[in-house]
């Protein structure tokens, strides 16, 4: 029986940090637990709850609990090595982890100097780590800005990934069909959030349109068996994140989590975190939060790890 299968049977946490998995939806900044936040800024962070605002809740949250942290002298190396510092307590081997790319026009960052923060924190905390930084983009800009906060990357040749995230219903999403046709041309892995406000219609558009390699989330597309046959024959992956959804009341409890379906349809699913720093869940907890909801067997979420690390 391997390590991770009894760790899973005797509930042993401990142990399941110890054994190499894969977190690939997880917001680097928010990455980090609350507790550690606090510690690292001095100041008294308020636990995220959420009201029925979908997204609008959690921007709130930043901007009312975490902005203000981004004033304090030298916290961005602090908070990226954070990040990193959770990922190797947890026993992440391969992360992928997105920073928005406006955030460092927003805060006065240079691109370079947040590339040096992100390349020193992962060769200081955890080289062993196979780490793919991956550009973020909010739906909720104009795609003239993003293109405005993409270009300083561009020559820094650092990010092999990019994403799209924020008010799922804000605009079409046909209009990030060039960005993301860029994007390809630079050799940059596609992903996209989808399905986790939208349909299931909406999760086939985006991979459609945007070519996507995975979706983040895309737990709509449980609710069509066409939809969930065609990822399945396209070998598109779904980054879930169990917790996640069940904070923001996209899914009722653990033990009725779609990844049960999408699973047994033969869709690619991983298993991670999205934010560790509102979800306060390292990957070994979701794991082991499904599993003892009896969502998913031992062997299966054996699988589902392999898949992830596996999955670079
Ligand atoms: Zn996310």
Redesign the pocket.
């Given at each position: 029986m391997s390590g991770f299968i009894s760790a899973l049977l005797d509930g042993d946490l401990t142990a399941l940090r110890t054994i190499p998995k894969a977190d690939l939806?997880n917001?680097l900044l928010l990455g980090m637990p609350r507790d550690r936040l606090s510690a690292i800024s001095g100041r008294e962070i308020v636990p995220f709850q959420y009201t029925g605002q979908g997204i609008q809740d959690i921007n709130n949250w930043i901007r009312t609990q975490y902005v203000p942290l981004l004033q304090l002298p030298a916290i961005l190396p602090k908070l990226v090595e954070a990040a990193f510092q959770q990922a190797l307590d947890d026993g992440v081997t391969v992360l992928e982890a997105s920073i928005d790319a406006g955030f460092g026009h927003l805060y006065g960052i240079p691109a370079s100097e947040l590339v040096e923060a992100l390349r020193k924190a992962h060769q200081e905390i955890a080289p062993h780590i196979d780490f793919s930084p991956c550009l973020g983009f909010s739906r909720s800009k104009p795609v003239r800005q993003l293109l405005r906060y993409f270009e300083p990357f561009l020559d820094l040749n650092y990010f092999t990934a990019i994403d799209l995230?924020d008010d799922e219903l804000f605009q079409p999403i046909q209009n990030f069909r060039e960005i993301y046709r860029f994007a390809r041309q630079q050799g940059l892995r596609c992903t996209a959030?989808a399905g986790e406000f939208g349909t299931a219609e909406e999760v086939r558009e985006a991979v459609e349109v945007l070519g996507l390699d995975a979706v983040?989330?895309g737990i709509a597309a449980a609710s069509s068996p066409d939809v969930m046959r065609w990822l399945s024959d396209r070998g598109t992956t779904l980054n879930i994140?169990p917790t996640?959804n069940l904070v923001l009341k996209r899914v009722h409890s653990y033990a009725t989590h779609p990844i049960r379906i999408l699973f047994d349809h033969g869709v690619k699913v991983t298993i991670n975190t999205?934010?560790v720093a509102l979800f306060n869940r390292g990957v070994s907890e979701e794991f082991l939060s499904l599993f003892q909801a009896g969502v998913l067997s031992a062997e299966e979420l054996e699988n589902i790890r392999g898949l992830g690390v596996n999955a670079s």
């Open positions: 939806h917001h995230y959030h983040q989330h994140c996640s999205d934010d």
